[in-house]
């Protein structure tokens, strides 16, 4: 699901600035870390009054597969809300000797127990504290939150909708992880061999099957408004995928319509082109899906 191509120069300057300097310029990009997770913010497009609501998006191992190019990629500028995009593990930022060799060692040392599995729980499991703190910062209202994950951080957003401890107020999932043996069945054939499935890595996928935990997803005090953005190009087994969860969500919930899949046409599986590490223009696909999205959330976070 990604190509191992690296080490790309800078194209859009992104500007740190100290949160003590006082109230943030409006659309003004901010880049760090919050306990230790690196992190791309962009403030309100415009003026709001009181704290703003807050969107948190994890991006995709395949390009956009850093913090700033899902960015830059998908900046859901229309959308009154402060923009936060965090940095998946071993990506951006954290990748090893500035390339994405480790990810890619891992999924051939085991697909499922040191790629898919350890790389989605230890997302999720960092976001509390990664919120907590630029809240603290920031002063967004993460009581009006929408969570955003496309690919592999697709599945980071089911997984804080099915354990059911954040409050979220929308959710949008563009060509997801819906299953993980999905996942594994596109590295078996990236890699060409197929992966030796054991009892503990089949415990893992069936924590990562959002499809058979939609009963969790749905079980949430106030039912979360989801938006599936499929593209037409996608993975056919990711495709079947979004159309499972859909149906699944769709059952379960008291207003049906709350569940929604966009299926685009002309959208493959990225979002940008390789390498898709830095920030590069929008490309005319991703504002297609920016615009589906800008529309799905604004009515949701008002």
């Known amino acids: 699901m990604w190509r191992n191509e690296v080490r790309f120069p800078r194209?859009?300057?992104?500007?740190e600035i100290d949160s003590t300097r006082g109230r943030t310029a409006v659309g003004e990009p901010v880049t760090g870390t919050a306990a230790g997770v690196p992190f791309t913010i962009l403030p309100p497009s415009t003026e709001v009054s009181g704290p703003a609501p807050v969107v948190v998006a994890w991006h995709?191992?395949?390009?956009?597969?850093?913090?700033?190019?899902?960015?830059?990629a998908l900046p859901l500028a229309g959308v009154p809300a402060w923009r936060v995009y965090l940095g998946m593990p071993l990506c951006g930022a954290r990748m090893v000797d500035g390339s994405m060799d480790a990810l890619l060692e891992r999924a051939r040392?085991?697909?499922?127990?040191?790629?898919v599995d350890p790389v989605v729980a230890q997302a999720a499991l960092e976001f509390p504290a990664a919120l907590a703190e630029l809240r603290e910062r920031f002063g967004f209202d993460s009581s009006r939150m929408a969570v955003?994950?496309?690919?592999?951080?697709?599945?980071?957003?089911?997984?804080?909708?099915?354990?059911?401890?954040?409050?979220?107020r929308a959710a949008v999932l563009i060509n997801p992880a819906v299953r993980a043996r999905s996942?594994?069945?596109?590295?078996?054939?990236?890699?060409?061999?197929a992966y030796p499935w054991s009892d503990k890595a089949e415990r893992a996928a069936d924590q990562?099957?959002?499809?058979?935990?939609?009963g969790e997803i749905s079980a949430r005090d106030e039912q979360v408004p989801l938006l599936l953005v499929s593209g037409e190009g996608d993975y056919p087994s990711l495709r079947t995928d979004a159309d499972d969860l859909v149906a699944a969500?769709?059952?379960?919930?008291?207003?049906?319509d709350d569940v929604r899949l966009a299926r685009l046409p002309g959208l493959a599986h990225p979002l940008a082109e390789e390498p898709g590490i830095e920030p590069v223009p929008q490309l005319p696909i991703a504002k297609l899906v920016d615009d589906t999205i800008t529309e799905?959330?604004?009515r949701r976070l008002a």
């Open 183 to 193: 996942v594994i069945g596109l590295v078996e054939d990236m890699l060409e061999q």
């Open 60 to 72: 995709m191992i395949d390009a956009p597969r850093s913090d700033a190019a899902f960015a830059a």
């Open 208 to 214: 990562l099957d959002f499809v058979a935990r939609s």
């Open 296 to 298: 799905w959330l604004e």
């Open 11 to 15: 194209v859009l300057d992104i500007v």
């Open 109 to 115: 040392r085991d697909a499922m127990l040191a790629y």
């Open 148 to 168: 955003v994950g496309g690919s592999l951080g697709g599945a980071v957003a089911l997984t804080i909708l099915a354990t059911r401890e954040i409050p979220v």
């Open 249 to 256: 969500l769709r059952e379960r919930y008291a207003r049906p």
